[in-house]
């Protein structure tokens, strides 16, 4: 769009007429088709539909920690009813409403996990098996606690609210049967 050389990406919100279609769309367009120098031609590579009356939200936001960025589209259904997809490069998720808030927040911690893990075992601090389980012993968890506290690649995730793992790092979860590896 600006000419600087680099990709560009534009969504459009869109309310279709006609009758035998969704009436609520949201397209992606990119820049380029990446095989030719100086091609500034935008083409549509995703298009989501929907049954709402109107979009309340897009975000454009790595959720995975992939370094990819998924589009989420909170779409209003009727009176105080909403649903959110997430459009990735592999596909479209479907996110009820009431589960939202709870997939973000796991992806986040699972992000902010991911990095801590990779360096607990690159230092062999703890093995794969122990990273992976669902539920961290409270050891874990406090060091992951001073990660993210001193770590700068980790400071997005200060803040973040880490008294249910605990919970379960202490009392257990009654519904994990993942063994220890």
Same mark, same amino acid.
Not at 18 to 45: I, K, W
Not at 66 to 73: A, H, K, L, N
Not at 98 to 127: C, P, S, Y
């Given at each position: 769009?600006?000419?600087?050389?680099?990709?560009?990406?534009?969504?459009?919100?869109?309310?279709?007429?006609?009758?035998?279609?969704?009436?609520?769309?949201?397209?992606?367009?990119?820049?380029?088709?990446?095989?030719?120098?100086?091609?500034?031609?935008?083409?549509?590579?995703?298009?989501l539909s929907g049954e709402g009356n109107s979009i309340?939200?897009?975000?454009?936001?790595?959720?995975?920690?992939?370094?990819?960025?998924?589009?989420?589209?909170?779409?209003?259904?009727?009176?105080?009813?909403?649903?959110?997809?997430?459009?990735t490069d592999s596909g479209v998720l479907f996110i009820?409403?009431?589960?939202?808030?709870?997939?973000?927040?796991?992806?986040?911690?699972?992000?902010?996990? $991911?990095?801590?893990?990779?360096?607990?075992?690159? %230092?062999?601090?703890?093995?794969?098996?122990?990273? *992976?389980?669902? @539920?961290w012993t409270v050891e874990m968890l406090d060091l992951?606690?001073?990660?993210? $506290?001193?770590?700068?690649?980790?400071?997005?995730? %200060?803040?973040?609210?880490?008294?249910?793992?605990? *919970?379960?790092? @202490?009392?257990?979860?009654?519904?994990?049967?993942?063994?220890?590896?």
């Open positions: 769009m600006d000419g600087d050389g680099e990709q560009e990406t534009a969504a459009v919100f869109l309310r279709v007429t006609s009758a035998e279609e969704q009436p609520m769309r949201v397209c992606l367009f990119r820049q380029g088709n990446g095989r030719e120098e100086g091609d500034h031609t935008y083409r549509q590579v995703h298009m309340n939200s897009v975000a454009y936001e790595d959720l995975t920690g992939d370094g990819s960025r998924e589009i989420i589209v909170s779409w209003q259904l009727s009176g105080s009813s909403s649903a959110v997809t997430r459009l009820p409403a009431h589960l939202v808030q709870e997939v973000v927040d796991g992806a986040v911690k699972t992000k902010v996990k $991911d990095m801590f893990g990779f360096e607990m075992i690159t %230092r062999n601090k703890f093995t794969t098996a122990q990273i *992976d389980k669902n @539920v992951l606690m001073e990660y993210i $506290d001193t770590n700068e690649a980790a400071a997005d995730f %200060r803040g973040i609210d880490w008294s249910q793992e605990y *919970d379960l790092a @202490v009392n257990g979860d009654p519904n994990d049967t993942q063994s220890a590896l």
